[in-house]
């Protein structure tokens, strides 16, 4: 990536942004996106939220419920449990 040409965007009255138009298409940036900001020295950070696609994750998390609990009956509640456990351990891995 080399030297961009800088675009100009004006706070308004609310805190509110725009994106310039270029920056948006390039990124793909949409009505719905969501960006994460974040402050660095003096500097205001935007980049986009990327999310994993949960499909994956979700077949990875029953694979593993089912290895674990062949012939036992489980309840609702501690499915629900178990996913959230094997949530908050893979964002522990991913340091978020």
């Known amino acids: 990536m080399g030297q961009e040409e800088p675009?100009?965007?004006i706070v308004g009255t609310k805190g509110q942004i725009v994106i310039p138009?270029?920056?948006?298409?390039?990124?793909?940036?949409t009505s719905k996106t969501k960006l994460i900001v974040y402050r660095k020295g003096d500097?205001?950070?935007?980049?986009?939220?990327?999310l994993p696609p949960l499909k994956e994750e979700?077949?990875?998390l029953f694979n593993e419920i089912d290895k674990q609990n062949i012939g036992k009956k489980i309840s609702e509640k501690k499915i629900l449990k178990e996913i959230q456990t094997y949530r908050l351990e893979k964002?522990?891995?991913k340091g978020v």
């Open 7 to 9: 675009e100009i965007a």
């Open 58 to 60: 979700l077949k990875d």
């Open 21 to 29: 138009q270029r920056l948006r298409k390039e990124l793909k940036i």
């Open 43 to 50: 500097k205001i950070v935007l980049t986009k939220l990327e």
């Open 91 to 93: 964002r522990a891995k």
